[in-house]
């Protein structure tokens, strides 16, 4: 079946560092959704990229999906102790737009 | 104000007793999704419904029990919990325009079965 791979799993950053997580599906996907999940909280939706070659930024967050759609990456830029969190990707694939596979998440720990 | 509301939060129960999870949200959503997250594993689909009446497998179906009669309710039924379905459980709605916009997750209800 669709699988979604992420790495790293784990990230500890000082703060100011850069950091990005990269997700990669076993299957072409119609279109992947990044999460953030603080510890504690529940999932948060951070944006969705549809379109092959899609780049969109919020903020310090540039999010990417690569020209086969079949992967995808998250870069933040200079993190904050507010970055601190796990940061998950999730996809569709051409099968029932229902099913949302989601990688295993990376755990980013920043050190003021 | 939007909200994916679920009850209970915590439940500690023993192995068999039927338990049901409700989920209910007030955003008119069509979509909804129930979740299992555990550690090392990240989020995985249990079930979910495109809408009313409407459900289908997640990727970890087997001991769960879904149904949708009202557009706003969703509840997860475990009619013989086992140790094993200990975990996080989330239950998520969207809308269904376009290609399906972000997932609204409710606070997350923690299950322990002895």
């Known amino acids: 079946g669709q699988q979604v791979m992420q790495i790293p799993q784990y990230q500890h950053v000082q703060e100011g560092e850069d950091f990005t997580t990269y997700c990669n599906s076993s299957t072409t996907l119609s279109n992947i959704q990044w999460y953030k999940q603080r510890p504690g909280g529940h999932p948060v939706f951070l944006i969705q990229l549809v379109k092959s070659g899609e780049v969109k930024k919020q903020k310090r967050l540039t999010f990417q999906f690569g020209e086969a759609k079949k992967n995808s990456s998250l870069h933040i830029t200079a993190t904050q102790t507010t970055d601190v969190g796990t940061y998950f990707c999730?996809?569709?694939?051409?099968?029932?737009?229902?099913?949302?596979?989601f990688g295993k998440g990376t755990k980013l720990s920043v050190k003021p | 104000e939007a909200q994916v509301t679920q009850n209970p939060r915590y439940l500690i129960t023993v192995t068999g007793k039927k338990l049901t999870v409700t989920c209910s949200q007030n955003?008119?959503?069509?979509?909804m999704s129930w979740y299992r997250q555990d550690p090392g594993l990240g989020l995985r689909q249990i079930y979910y419904?495109?809408?009313?009446?409407?459900?289908d497998k997640g990727d970890v179906p087997e001991g769960y029990k879904v149904s949708r009669k009202e557009k706003r309710n969703f509840p997860l039924i475990l009619e013989s919990p086992s140790p094993n379905q200990t975990s996080l459980y989330f239950c998520a709605s969207s809308s269904t325009g376009g290609h399906y916009y972000e997932q609204y997750f409710g606070p997350g209800t923690r299950l322990t079965v002895t």
């Open positions: 955003m008119n959503h069509e979509y």
């Open positions: 999730a996809g569709r694939g051409g099968g029932s737009q229902g099913n949302l596979i």
């Open positions: 419904s495109m809408n009313v009446e409407v459900t």
